[in-house]
């Protein structure tokens, strides 16, 4: 099984470098060095002493690694905002630390990964008593997390409904399965605790049946194929998962595709995920010279223009046409836990995927 790398034009392949920015691992820093942590009546600052391991460190990072619970870009806009002292001088987030150095933070609020019911419409697809199928749209987080603590589904679920079931614990209500943020289409929800129950064991015992569509870059050789490669963690991108053998993280993971449209050096690809491990059909799909076009991690680049579809350079000022991975759940079938029937569900290829299919089309 072979394709070609997906070179989007003679600038290199698609595919990214696996090389981002290093993270130090909170286990590098000697807690020794964090001096004290006091507090007013409403402020919480913590005082450290720069060991030699975050000498030439930026001071957003070293506090990211520092400081549990936090983003990079919550502890960038502390810091930002007059929120750190190196010395006794004000510093900004790109400020370099030499080891000696005495740094005093003002520790932000940290936010509440209790899901805040939010008034986000929600695109319904079905709805019983018993569970709701909805159309997410890309972008959306599906529940709170680092980083993402509004705008996310179970915010937009606890404001629709009374009920949802607990299962999956106060952060996570309702939620049976995930979507990626950037990832659109179908997403089933549990309004009971039975109901829930009943569709984690149709997951886990492979019942459901999974289908996406993904646009990709590079020319499969093949009309269908499966793609049988266990994934893991990926060994220095915590961010990231990867095609590992033998790893403690690795788990079997098989992913079945279908061409149903060839575009030059592009490929429309219906896709049938046996497994659910994270992030499966963009590493598979990734591993096999094919990636999702749009996808950060795994194709290196996180926007598409029309000039770029047609094997072109990026044109001065040429607004981007997606700028997110052309992945959507396009269509989920499992049996309705209360009635016992087996029901298909379905959401429309979304506008932005539309488009770039339009693009392709009229260049064929």
Known sequence: MTANDGSLDGEGPLVGSDRDDEILEASDLDESDALELHESVDEVYRNFVVPESAGNMRIDLFLTQSCDGYSRTQIRNAVQNDGAQVDGRTVRPSFKLQ??????????????????????????????????????????????????????LTSALAFRFQSLSDVGG????????????????????????????????????????????????????????????????????????????GHSSSREASTFYEVVGRHGRFTQVIVRPKTGRTHQIRVHLAHIGAPIICDRLY??????????????????????ILTRQALHARALTLVNPQSGKEMTFEAPIPEDLQRVIAHLNGQD
């Not at 509440?112 to 890309?138: Q, R």
């Not at 950037?182 to 886990?204: E, M, R, Y």
């Not at 290196?300 to 981007?320: N, W």
């Open 99 to 152: 080891s000696g150095q005495k740094l005093r933070f003002k520790v932000p609020p940290l936010p509440s990964d209790e899901t805040v019911p939010e008034n986000i419409p929600l695109d319904i697809l079905y709805e019983d008593d018993g569970l709701v199928v909805v159309n997410k749209p890309a972008g959306m987080v599906v529940h709170p997390a680092r980083g993402h603590w509004s705008g996310t």
């Open 299 to 320: 194709a290196g680049h996180s926007a598409i223009t029309g000039s770029m579809l047609a094997g072109k350079s990026r044109q001065d000022q040429e607004a981007s």
């Open 170 to 245: 106060p952060t996570r209500p309702g939620i049976v399965h995930r979507l990626d943020r950037d990832t659109s289409g179908v997403i089933v929800v549990a309004k009971t605790n039975a109901v829930h129950i009943h569709l984690g064991q149709q997951f886990h015992d492979r019942e459901v049946k999974k289908e996406y569509f993904a646009i990709t870059a590079g020319k499969l050789d093949r009309d269908r194929d499966l793609i049988d490669a266990p994934i893991g963690r990926h060994p220095y991108q915590r961010d990231k998962m990867a095609i590992r053998e």
